[in-house]
């Protein structure tokens, strides 16, 4: 099995960027669709991004397409969530995510490990 660790977060103005990391230990990470999560306070938690195995197709949320992008280095065992253009709505507990039989890729019940997450807060 594979554990997925993130990092990264922190307080940014409105229109800031933020990067995230999602590193694996345990199984090699290449194995895995890696999707990330968000769930601010008081709401449920929400699809934002997920990447394929192999890199080559990336799903994004509508909230937040054009604004995030998703890469991956399979060498380093790691994802990235490049954040830009941030809004206090995105104001939440970032989560990584990895499984091996995604399919809408959106659904939480698609993956079967998952980190601790990193807080992310944006300021107006």
């Known amino acids: 099995q594979v554990q997925p660790v993130e990092s990264g977060g922190g307080l940014v103005q409105a229109g800031g960027s933020l990067r995230l990391s999602c590193a694996a230990s345990?199984?090699?990470?290449?194995?895995?669709?890696v999707g990330w999560f968000r769930q601010a306070p008081g709401k449920e938690r929400e699809f934002v991004a997920a990447?394929?195995?192999?890199?080559?197709?990336?799903y994004y949320a509508d909230s937040v397409k054009d604004r995030f992008a998703l890469s991956r280095d399979n060498a380093k065992n790691t994802v990235y969530l490049q954040m830009d253009k941030l809004k206090p709505e995105d104001t939440a507990v970032y989560y990584c995510?990895?499984?091996?039989?995604?399919?809408?890729?959106?659904?939480?019940?698609?993956?079967?490990?998952w980190g601790q997450g990193t807080q992310v807060t944006v300021s107006s």
């Open positions: 990447i394929s195995r192999g890199g080559a197709y990336r």
């Open positions: 345990g199984r090699t990470f290449s194995s895995y669709t």
């Open positions: 995510a990895a499984g091996t039989s995604a399919s809408t890729y959106r659904s939480a019940y698609e993956y079967d490990y």
